[in-house]
């Protein structure tokens, strides 16, 4: 409800503003007030969506560099928040008001601190010249959906809470003048903060190599929300270059970047569970279970969503809310029910020695149809999850034994087993003679990164070697 009251509020106080960077006229559909106001609301729901990732010195390292820049820029009165967002997706982000967001997945492929000061100065461009404000009025005003998916879940109903509140519109894509827009901002705040500005078309170069190479996945990574950035590097370069030589001493201080970032959590957290292989092992909840071989894992911080490549089944993995006192049976039944699905056979059975109520369901869901659920409530301890495979009717049963194999893997994990979920980090190695990207990932990482990843991670296209003596971020299996 208070959401719905402040989209007629912005659209009743729609009025014209100057735009702080360039000075002219422009509609907007938000005062200042309004910008901070949609900023701390949706801040809450980035928070409790994606976490914050626990390591004190980092948020202030990072926050640190943001207010330097922020303070240069044409809004510096901003309440400006910096947040490393604990996800793997290799991306950055900005709300209305001064609220930035760089997720831990993004640390690992910038090379020094004038590119991260080239990636929160991007953003504060987003901000300052209100790119943030114009998509979010413009998505909200369209009443657009999320491109996270459509997906309409029994219960919780996570993508539905994240089209209800705002957040899903964070990861509709800016268009192409406001990307390069923000790309001369983040040259500019860099540069007048003491950056080495050339550090954004090297920032720009390192993520259009990833799309062919990155093992990252959570939230949409930077390719899937920004234009690519590959013709936007010569674009920058002429900015650089002027910036460069109206300026005075300026710093790149790659070691002290190096430092912030060895021990960083690479790919999944425990604290959310991890996969590994087709497997999801959850350390705190004492869990696994075995998703088909092949298909594609998401890890997000409220459900794991497994999709086979090139079709349109997926099984999904999430908490369920249950009421005291009411047995697992009535918990699925009536979970299943209120969100629309109508049980074609069910019962209660165990699963390793879990109890569990394995019910087919029917229903339809937005962009799939009709749509036939194989699901299963597994009683956990105190908690119950829902694993549930679904696919369109007309295919569903093609699918059904994967389904039924996946869900029948569940399994407790022993403390012991529990104990040894140990994330992958970021460490620090120097190369040898004769080493190679191939070499060091097997060696260091044990096969959880991809040479070509490491290389790109390193600031080097995929046919290049380290060079001896040359220090280099690699992976450290856990």
């Known amino acids: 409800m208070r959401c719905t009251c402040l989209i007629l509020a912005l659209a009743v106080a729609a009025g014209c503003a100057t735009n702080p960077v360039t000075g002219k006229r422009e509609l907007s559909l938000m005062s200042e007030a309004q910008e901070i106001q949609i900023g701390q609301q949706q801040d809450v729901e980035v928070r409790r969506e994606m976490g914050v990732y626990n390591d004190r010195a980092l948020q202030e390292y990072v926050t640190t560099l943001g207010m330097k820049l922020a303070q240069v820029s044409e809004r510096p009165n901003l309440p400006w928040h910096f947040t490393v967002v604990d996800v793997p997706a290799i991306n950055a982000f900005a709300l209305p008001g001064g609220y930035i967001y760089i997720t831990r997945g993004i640390l690992p492929f910038l090379d020094d601190e004038a590119q991260l000061a080239g990636v929160l100065g991007h953003e504060i461009g987003h901000v300052t010249a209100r790119h943030a404000a114009q998509q979010y009025s413009r998505a909200t005003g369209a009443q657009l959906g999320l491109i996270l998916g459509s997906i309409f879940v029994p219960q919780t109903r996570p993508f539905a809470q994240l089209g209800e509140s705002g957040l899903g519109l964070l990861f509709l894509k800016y268009g192409r003048d406001d990307e390069e827009q923000a790309d001369m901002l983040g040259v500019k705040y860099a540069s007048t903060a003491g950056w080495d500005p050339a550090g954004v078309p090297r920032m720009l170069t390192t993520l259009a190599r990833i799309e062919e190479a990155s093992d990252n996945k959570g939230v949409p990574n930077w390719l899937s929300t920004h234009p690519a950035p590959a013709d936007r590097v010569q674009k920058v370069q002429s900015a650089v270059q002027q910036a460069e030589a109206g300026a005075g001493r300026l710093t790149t201080d790659r070691d002290a970047y190096l430092r912030r970032i060895d021990g960083l959590v690479y790919g999944d957290n425990p604290d959310q569970g991890v996969v590994r292989g087709a497997s999801f092992l959850h350390a705190g909840l004492r869990f696994a279970i075995d998703f088909p071989t092949g298909w594609e894992i998401t890890n997000g911080q409220t459900q794991v969503v497994a999709k086979e490549p090139g079709a349109d089944a997926l099984m999904l993995l999430q908490l369920v809310q249950q009421a005291a006192g009411r047995s697992l049976q009535e918990v699925a039944l009536r979970s299943m029910d209120s969100a629309g699905f109508r049980a074609a056979s069910g019962g209660r059975t165990t699963i390793n020695g879990l109890e569990a109520f394995v019910g087919t369901y029917q229903g339809s869901l937005q962009d799939l149809g009709r749509v036939t ?97 040359e220090r280099l971020k690699i992976v450290v299996a856990g």
């Open 373 to 469: 659920v194989r699901a299963a409530h597994i009683a956990l301890d105190r908690e119950v999850l829902f694993v549930a495979g679904i696919a369109p009717q007309p295919t569903y049963d093609r699918s059904e034994p994967a389904f039924v194999k996946s869900i029948n893997s569940f399994r407790p994990l022993s403390r012991t087993e529990a104990e040894s979920v140990r994330p992958n980090r970021i460490d620090l190695y120097t190369a040898r003679e004769g080493d190679t990207w191939q070499s060091i990932a097997e060696r260091a990482g044990r096969g959880v990164i991809k040479a070509s990843t490491l290389a790109i991670m390193n600031g080097h296209s995929v046919n290049d070697q380290p060079r001896p003596g």
